[in-house]
């Protein structure tokens, strides 16, 4: 019995010894990236959230974990959270739209001014982004400034047409009447 006991033993080292080695490449931040961003797209939300963090200790900064929880805890309605996350990533790239974008769209049902803000720093890194002329238009007829909130709609339906269902008749014939899209559109 101790001699296959012993014979078992060094066998048993050998596969441990590269579960260690599996280890260290699962622990990769590379790999803990595309492990996280692959269990996000299936749905396995917790396990992603897992994996962002176990990132997050070995890169604190990485723009891209942070992004990803902040969507995660936005669609669990978790907005403090989702907004600490994509202030995170904004705190390691001040431009990076899709946080940007992501915080506007927080900040539409709670900040509306702050959200006007935020959109239009979107588009001012990104002067082709049809859905913030949208929601920023929608936006500042909302709050009275209905002369950009035009200018902004027609922007938003030039660089993308299928827009104007989104839209409601009497937000439509006001924007029939707008002249010209914005001067920071696209041509």
Same mark, same amino acid.
């Given at each position: 019995?101790?001699?296959? $006991?012993?014979?078992?033993?060094?066998?048993?080292?050998?596969? %441990? !010894?590269?579960?260690?080695?599996?280890?260290?490449?699962?622990? +990769?931040?590379?790999?803990?990236? &595309?492990?996280?961003?692959?269990?996000?797209?299936?749905?396995?939300?917790?396990?992603?959230?897992?994996?962002?963090?176990?990132?997050?200790?070995?890169?604190?900064?990485?723009?891209?974990?942070?992004?990803?929880?902040?969507?995660?805890?936005?669609?669990?309605?978790?907005? #403090?959270?989702?907004?600490?996350?994509?202030?995170?990533? $904004?705190?390691?790239?001040? !431009?990076?739209?899709?946080?940007?974008?992501?915080?506007?769209?927080?900040?539409?049902?709670?900040? /509306? /001014? $702050?959200?006007?803000?935020?959109?239009? &720093?979107?588009? !001012?890194?990104?002067?082709?982004? /049809?859905?913030?002329?949208?929601?920023?238009?929608? %936006?500042? %007829?909302? @709050? =009275?400034?209905?002369?950009? =909130?035009?200018? #902004?709609?027609?922007?938003?339906?030039?660089? +993308?047409?299928? $827009? @104007? !269902?989104? %839209?409601? /008749?009497?937000?439509?014939? &006001?924007? =029939? &009447? =707008?002249? @010209?899209?914005?001067?920071?559109?696209?041509?």
């Amino acid at each position: 019995m101790i001699k296959r $006991l012993l014979a078992v033993l060094p066998l048993a080292a050998l596969l %441990l !010894s590269g579960c260690g080695d599996n280890a260290k490449t699962d622990n +990769d931040p590379k790999t803990l990236l &595309k492990a996280a961003v692959a269990a996000q797209a299936k749905g396995q939300d917790d396990a992603a959230i897992g994996m962002f963090n176990e990132l997050l200790k070995k890169e604190p900064g990485n723009v891209i974990a942070h992004y990803n929880l902040g969507v995660i805890y936005q669609k669990r309605n978790q907005i #403090d959270a989702a907004l600490r996350e994509y202030g995170a990533a $904004l705190t390691t790239n001040a !431009s990076y739209v899709p946080a940007l974008f992501n915080t506007a769209t927080i900040y539409g049902n709670t900040d /509306p /001014p $702050l959200a006007i803000t935020t959109y239009r &720093k979107v588009i !001012s890194l990104q002067p082709n982004a /049809p859905t913030a002329y949208l929601n920023l238009g929608l %936006l500042e %007829l909302g @709050s =009275g400034l209905e002369a950009q =909130g035009i200018r #902004d709609l027609t922007t938003a339906l030039h660089q +993308d047409p299928t $827009l @104007s !269902s989104r %839209l409601t /008749p009497q937000v439509k014939a &006001k924007v =029939g &009447k =707008g002249t @010209s899209p914005s001067p920071s559109a696209s041509p």
